[in-house]
């Protein structure tokens, strides 16, 4: 095999695939990316079993072959190298030959079709999403993903196609976070759970590029997620999803308009009293118009007021501050609204046309 | 005690103030910053009993007063507040309250004569010096001091005043940094040495502004450095340095002359061949015109050749990359000079009039 690549695509492609290498495996093969050039193109495969990367890099052939290469070592070398075309040959003995410039690497390799190649997706019925989107609203509902493995679904996220939406949903026990946004063209439901590893992958893929689109395709147990020249494959989870519309409630006895930022850093100054790994909660007294929280623990006490809109009855209720923190760090808009029924059932932060609602539950008072 | 600050001056004292507080200690009082307002002027003091730092804060004082307040606590609060005036007083109950706009925090304080005051340091013929000067000399020594408890004096920096030059120079028993600079207006000799730790708080207190300088005053025991508003009192490391002259030689054999990015990129680049910890060194072919840089590994083997000018015989010696690495990160010429004897005896990288001199112990063949 001999290969010519420009460096900066060359590493944008490692980049890519890295992804998909388990950074801790007792199958050495796993740790290689699968170099194929036995066709026309150049692919790099790499694959943990659970999630798999394929991506068509820019290059020259010059004499066809594949190997699988320790992916860690040959990234490392490709981000150390100048900036200039880099040479990829085999030899006799089992050695890949990185060169560039004046500078030259042996590496062993190994025979690619010990490599374990991507499960086959048909693509049919691609559902068109905008990358930017889909990775904000990854990022808007993961952090309520759990790493419960009692229960696996807690793992992942909800990805529900219906009526023209996605709906996203995460939920760990204590929270849960959903997204809603439009899809068009297409006119088929699908509900599927995704792993939460694979969505946090994404996050580093996905461009941030308002322009680029994906197709996104599901199967009984796989989702591919293909853009430019790269397509990602992973096992979704088995098993069902919590029923979520049963724990929305659209009836609250109080409701409260916040200033985002200002609860959130008032949250923020709340927390330092409380000692990490302590569970203690911070109180929240609503009356007309006034939020006062506050918070009392062996280190100190802290208290604050807030200007709120306040409709319905008063109410004194209790949470753990860092639930509420990763809520309103996920909301863009300037003010939230808090819709709550008493001090003992989930409080639901929403907008108007449920575009974005997350449920928090309250500290009971018997805990503090 | 009633104090009134303004939240960024309050928050500049207390980041200098901090760099005395030992992470960890079993006596409390240490990890408490002393405010004396007993007097016109509201200073700041921290003493972990090696390093201690006082500093005026600007404020307004309403109520005199002395307290001991918990560093880490106070400054996470300072640092949470909204950006405008903070308020510190203290009540009956050994409270102190900390209010800022519609934000109060309250906690313990302790009394202010349980703290350790800095040592008296007389304050006659200072050196005087420039911030930005001095941080760039320890910057470019520090990295070879070493943590070596049985011999003290290589944890600390020597500082040698003689001739109008200070010398500031640091050894680990494989390689030894020094750098020169003069200094105006002082006649005597001074040879201290000063505790790594102390210069590597200097290094985060020091300002950037080529503007600024600062006095440093030794006593037998002490060094104090002055400037603008922060007095910063280290105890000095007590014994006698190595003999620093005897080690250098300006005979040589080899003299080469090397672009010193591309000698470092090339340099980094060969590491990848070499497992962290692991203890093998790089090999250096010098040749005319021709530096070859090889590495063979179980992992695989690099090879590369630079472009160098050349005086005296040919050698091949060996080096540890890390050790060449550090120096040749903290020269800022475009070029650098090595002179060597042997392949068993240190290489000396500096410039003609010796402001800098590194020098690198090589790696027995042997060893390999």
């Known amino acids: 095999m001999k290969l010519v690549f420009d460096k900066a695509s060359l590493l944008k492609s490692v980049n890519i695939v890295l992804k998909a290498v388990p950074s801790k495996t007792t199958l050495n093969i796993l740790e290689c990316i699968l170099i194929d050039a036995t066709a026309e193109e150049i692919t790099f495969t790499t694959n943990d079993m659970e999630l798999g990367i394929e991506t068509k890099v820019k290059g020259e052939i010059i004499e066809h072959g594949m190997i699988a290469i320790n992916a860690k070592m040959f990234s490392d070398i490709i981000h150390k190298l100048p900036d200039n075309d880099v040479m990829l040959v085999t030899d006799e003995n089992h050695n890949s030959i990185i060169t560039c410039e004046k500078s030259k690497f042996t590496i062993p390799y190994r025979e690619g079709d010990e490599f374990s190649r991507l499960p086959y997706i048909e693509k049919t019925n691609p559902i ?136 959130l850093n008032c949250i923020d100054r709340a927390s330092l009293m409380i000692k990490e790994g302590d569970k203690k909660p911070i109180v929240m007294q609503l009356s007309d118009g006034n939020l006062e929280l506050k918070v009392n623990s062996p280190m100190g006490s802290m208290s604050e007021d807030l200007d709120i809109t306040k409709e319905g009855r008063d109410l004194m209720i209790c949470f753990n501050p860092r639930f509420l923190m990763d809520v309103l760090r996920n909301i863009d808009e300037e003010e939230v609204s808090i819709y709550m029924m008493s001090a003992k059932t989930p409080a639901i932060i929403r907008n108007d046309d449920y575009t974005y609602l997350y449920l928090v539950l309250p500290v009971n008072f018997s805990q503090m």
């Open 128 to 263: 068109v999403f905008n990358q930017f989107r889909l990775k904000e609203i990854i990022r808007q509902t993961i952090f309520s993903t759990s790493d419960n493995d009692i229960k696996r679904v807690m793992s992942g996220e909800l990805f529900e196609v219906k009526d023209h939406m996605l709906r996203v949903v995460s939920l760990d026990g204590h929270r849960m976070s959903m997204r809603r946004v439009e899809v068009e063209d297409h006119d088929n439901t699908v509900k599927a759970i995704i792993p939460g590893k694979t969505l946090n992958e994404m996050l580093k893929i996905l461009s941030s590029n308002v322009e680029d689109s994906l197709n996104l395709y599901f199967t009984n147990n796989h989702v591919l997620f293909e853009f430019e020249d790269t397509m990602v494959v992973s096992r979704l989870i088995e098993g069902e999803f919590f029923n979520i519309d049963q724990m929305i409630t659209r009836d609250y006895e109080t409701k409260a308009v916040v200033n985002k930022k200002e609860f």
